[in-house]
Structures are given as C-alpha cells and as structure tokens.
C-alpha cells in the first residue's frame, strides 16, 4: 500500500499547496503534511463533520465549509445515517445499493436531506483570496468530480497534480464515470499516471492520479499502474 508521499513521490510532484475537496473530517490531513505540502485547503460541505475538521485549523491548514459544483447557490446534500463517507450532493442510486447490500440494508440507510451552500472552486478561491496558491487538487466527493471541475477553470489552470476517487459504475444520480472524466482531464491537458480499482468494491470504483503534461519533469516519465485492467 501506498502512502501519499511515495505516490507523488514517485511521479515527481512537488508539493507546494493542496486542495482537499470532501476532507470529511480531515482523515488524511497528516498524510499531506507528511508528504510535505506546504499548506491544505480543507472543504467539506457536510456541517456535522465540519465542525470536527474546524478543530484541525492551523497556520497551514484551512478549512471552508462548502460543497462545490458547477454553479453558486444552495443545494440539497444528502446524508447516509451511520455512512458518513458515502455523503453527496448526488442522490445515491437506490438500484445499485440494493445490489450492493440488500434492500433492508439499502432502506435503513435512506438518506436524510440538507440544505448547504454549493460554490463553483474558482468563486470559493476567489471569495477567500486564495487563487494560484494551490498546485495540486485531491478530489473524494462521491461522483461530483465533474461538476467540481467544470466550477473552476481559472482554478485548473494552476493545477499540476489531480488525485480523485474514481467510480465504475453509476453509485449515485447523475454520478460522472470513469471514462468521461478521463476525455475532460486529458481534453485540459492531464496525463493518466496511476489507476487503482478497489478490490473490496469488485472494481466498481477506484482512485486515479493525472498530471499536467506540461508539468511532468521527464517527458518520458511513464505510469506505474497496469492502465490497461481499466
């Protein structure tokens, strides 16, 4: 297994400043400092958790509590009981739990609703005077990397390094799949260096980590994970 700094490490990230879009409540905030990151930016929308991640601030971790998406303004949120790390601005697809786990299960964890403020990344970034301190975006936001990603095209173009959580199958509505998140990173720029499926998910979803082809300190610098399982 991996830690952070041998991952970016080992495809010759610097680290400099941090994203951390659904920091939850802060789970791998030591894990950054460790790899040696300069500074955090922690968002995580759900206020249960926030207040947790609040508590972690100090002079080089900041925490925001918003969602983001592809537009300002309130948005419905919605709260696994019990699963807090399943969380989403996207409505979990009820079909595909029931298969997960069964029906009893998939209904005793019906999601409860909440109101929170959703902002696209370039106006948070803006809002908190924030803008080009950041060279790498960490993204587990259960399926909204997309809508993340097309809030913040002044944001990306600061960006060398993306580490999302990755999905296979549609977990959530309107949740982004795999393959249309790759054709955006690499339409911006991006280069696929690091694939992983989950095994305890049979291969429904997984992590992947691009970087900026203009970024990459040997051109020839290759992937290390077998892209091709994909």
Known sequence: MYTFRTLFRTHGVKP?????????VGENLGAFLDAGFESVLAIEPNPEDFSKLARLES????????????SDGACTYFMIPGVPTLNSLLEPDYDYWVRQVGKEAADAHAPAKVQVEALRLDTLMERHGLAGR??????NIQGGELKA?????RTLQDIDTLFAEVNFEKRYTGCVLFDELDAFLRDNGFRLMYLEKFPHSAGEHGEALYRRISSLPRPTLE??????AR
């Open 16 to 24: 400099g400043g941090l994203i951390y879009a659904g920091a939850h």
């Open 59 to 70: 002079q080089r971790i900041r925490c925001v509590n918003n969602a983001l998406s592809d």
């Open 134 to 139: 950041y060279n790498v975006l960490y993204m």
């Open 149 to 153: 990603l097309r809030g913040a095209p």
């Open 223 to 228: 992937p290390t994970s077998d892209l091709e």
